[in-house]
């Protein structure tokens, strides 16, 4: 008999131990999975890149986001101002709310019930940086950015992405040709992965 319970014991202890583990490493996969896929990035340090002015494939736009066009906040207007010095050939556009709503309603009609079903601001400014890099191209800065030089060396590439330690991507900074398959994939995807989990 004590054979029997111990034999169940034992088996239980496995069990929820199996359990655990995919439990696990559901959790930590895809951030496995993010590190193997960025492990050879295109770009590490920037200092030793030459400018190759007869093939640019980025175009001169500086995209920014913001509620509205006013009420900006004086830290990020000098760090926006920043960019844009460096930047004085470039077309600078600022997407407010409202500009944005319309971009996705002209270019993207089957994310916009998406793009408003999304409980929090920041969700759909996640999606407009997407958005018009998709389909006008050039760099996307957070507004809190703060310029030290020109992105012009990055013009070369055909998308840019910066890394994060240990593991994952921001999207503070990203610079794309219009139409990228990348951004595309996200985009129409978005929509599948629009799940409420421990959210309001």
Known sequence: MQTIINCRVRTIFLSLFAICLVFIGYLIWPWCYASWIWQNSTIYDSSHLILNTNHLLVPRILHQTWRDDQNIPSDWQKASNSCRSYHSNYEYRLWTDTTARQLIEQEFPSLLSTY???????????????????VYGGIYLDLDIVCLKSFDFLRQYEFVLPRTMPVGLSNDFILATPKHPFLYQILTDLPK????????
Do not use: C, H
Not at 119 to 132: F, G, H, N, T, W
């Open 116 to 134: 408003d079903s999304y409980p929090y601001d920041i969700q759909r400014a996640d999606v407009i940086r997407l958005v018009v890099l998709y």
């Open 193 to 200: 992965f629009n799940r409420r989990i421990l959210t309001k």
